[in-house]
């Protein structure tokens, strides 16, 4: 519930002090149909990182 300058001003920061690098290293790219297989997991606590699916056009 920032104010939107508040919440741009993040977002910039984002956009020029993450290292892109470190996030590639922490995130899966898995397509959706992968999502019911992986959903127990990640529910457990197994998957760890971030888990990206591409939604088909």
């Given amino acids: 519930m920032a104010p939107l300058a508040a919440r741009i ?5 984002l956009a ?9 290293a922490i995130t899966d790219t898995r397509p959706l149909s992968d999502a019911p297989a992986l959903a127990p997991d ?12 591409e939604v088909p056009r």
Avoid: C
């Avoid at 001003?9 to 920061?13: G, I, K, Q, Y």
């Avoid at 990640?42 to 699916?53: D, N, P, Y």
């Fill in 16 to 24: 020029t002090d993450l290292d892109v690098a470190k996030l590639d």
């Fill in 42 to 53: 990640i529910l457990a606590g197994k998957v760890r990182g971030r888990v990206v699916f």
């Fill in 9 to 13: 001003d993040a977002w910039n920061r």
